[in-house]
């Protein structure tokens, strides 16, 4: 018995996905972090806009910093899962 199954067996892993994923097993889908641009960019790329567009035009400046940092690590994720590379961008 392997530790994913012993980890199960145990319960300190509630369900088998958990320890398929110990185990490197994945079933159903691929992992995105292969390099391999399988999943659309589409919904992402439509929250970056939602943000880049809150980032421009909310006037509260604790807001304003806070979607900024949203936009930078929502960015990076594009860059990460879809190898679109993120722009620079400067603080508001």
Known sequence: MDNGAWCVA??????????????????????????SPSVNAGPIEQQ??????????????ALRKSAFRLLIWQEAQRETLHGIPAPT???P
Do not use: F, P, W
């Open 10 to 35: 145990l319960g300190i892993y509630s369900n088998q996905r958990a320890a398929e994923r110990l185990n490197g097993q994945t079933s159903g889908n691929r992992d995105h972090r292969s390099g």
């Open 48 to 61: 970056i806009a939602k943000t880049e567009h809150r980032v421009n035009s909310v006037s509260n400046a």
């Open 89 to 91: 961008r400067e603080a």
